[in-house]
């Protein structure tokens, strides 16, 4: 078992080297480059990669549902429209560089309306799964239906930059904001330990978890909660990007099982591989110049979710 997480490790520190070089040798170029541009894109790359697969880890192991994601409860849709309406709401007013730091308020209000409507309407009368889901793909089509409309209404540059923030792209390397963004994603981090024994109860069935003496409903709704955290973080760094926090957690358990403990690191780890390797494509594909990384997430996730569809 520890062989396989040395060679999750050893595959993510290979991929971060190509990434930062990409197969170049010169060091005049790359020691102007790294630094300036290509290290805090991957800074960005791995933090998402982070918050996308735990967020998937979480919403699968509170719904019993391989296929569930914050993608299908809305929530992530919910944070774009939040931070989308500021950045257009920004880009009209011609607000300062400061206002950058209202990014993760607005994200983080969209996200929360969206886990306000998801407990009025399911959560709070304690549906079953397939219920919060179905109410998770109406959510998620109310907002996107704000974001339509928000297209409507923005000039051509600012259109562009709303197809590639809801794509899924890294759109902001400003180290103050990704100290920002890491922060939080540290504070995220340090809560998720206080749940893992409480996850592996959950995952034993609802019945049996009662019997050993957990509160299910109030433990779904802090875990709910900490996804959402999780989706948020992700929404600031990558935008509406999506499927990593879909396949990661399957690639987790096939490598190390179902035991919590194993699969969190193994689901982190895995999150980070697919959107660093993902990002190299983006880079190298069309060079010099490059595509959306939601695209090529989504060329890598959408086979892998067929097949997850086949075997459920």
């Known amino acids: 078992m520890k062989k396989r997480f040395v060679i999750l490790i050893f595959v993510l520190f290979f991929l971060a080297v190509i990434d930062?070089?990409?197969?170049?040798?010169?060091?005049?170029?790359?020691?102007?480059?790294?630094?300036?541009?290509?290290?805090?894109?991957?800074l960005v790359v791995l933090a998402a990669g982070a918050a996308l697969s735990m967020a998937g880890f979480i919403i699968q192991a509170v719904?019993?549902?391989?296929?569930?994601?914050?993608?299908?409860?809305?929530?992530?849709?919910?944070?774009s429209a939040g931070a989308l309406g500021f950045l257009l709401f920004s880009t009209q007013l011609k607000l300062s560089t400061?206002?950058?730091?209202?990014?993760?308020?607005?994200?983080?209000?969209?996200?929360?309306?969206?886990?306000?409507?998801?407990?009025?309407?399911?959560?709070?009368?304690n549906a079953s799964s397939l219920r919060v889901l179905l109410t998770g793909v109406a959510i998620t089509a109310f907002f996107q239906a704000l974001i339509s409309l928000a297209q409507l209404s923005v000039n051509s540059?600012?259109?562009?930059?709303?197809?590639?923030?809801?794509?899924?792209?890294?759109?902001?390397?400003?180290?103050?904001?990704?100290?920002?963004?890491?922060?939080?994603?540290?504070?995220?981090?340090?809560?998720?330990?206080?749940?893992?024994?409480?996850?592996?109860?959950?995952?034993?069935?609802e019945e049996m978890a009662m019997s050993l003496?957990?509160?299910v409903n109030k433990t779904k709704l802090q875990l709910y909660g900490l996804a959402?955290?999780?989706?948020?973080?992700?929404?600031?760094l990558v935008g509406g990007l999506a499927f990593i926090g879909l396949i990661a957690p399957h690639i987790a358990r096939e490598l190390v099982g179902f035991k919590s403990r194993r699969r969190i690191p193994a689901t982190l780890l895995s999150g980070m591989i697919i959107l660093v390797f993902s990002d190299i494509l983006s880079q190298i594909m069309l060079a010099p110049s490059s595509l959306p990384l939601g695209i090529v997430v989504a060329f890598i996730g959408a086979p892998y979710y067929i097949y997850l569809i086949q075997k459920v």
């Open 20 to 42: 930062l070089t990409q197969f170049s040798s010169n060091r005049q170029i790359l020691s102007i480059l790294i630094p300036s541009f290509r290290l805090p894109r991957l």
């Open 157 to 205: 540059f600012d259109f562009q930059n709303v197809v590639v923030w809801l794509s899924g792209d890294v759109w902001q390397t400003d180290l103050t904001y990704l100290w920002l963004c890491l922060l939080l994603l540290m504070i995220a981090f340090i809560i998720l330990p206080f749940f893992q024994k409480k996850i592996e109860i959950l995952s034993l069935g």
């Open 213 to 215: 003496g957990l509160q």
């Open 63 to 79: 719904t019993d549902n391989p296929l569930a994601d914050s993608a299908t409860l809305g929530i992530s849709s919910g944070a």
């Open 228 to 236: 959402l955290f999780f989706s948020v973080i992700a929404v600031l």
């Open 98 to 125: 400061f206002w950058i730091f209202s990014y993760p308020i607005f994200a983080l209000l969209g996200g929360i309306l969206a886990f306000v409507l998801l407990y009025a309407f399911a959560l709070r009368k």
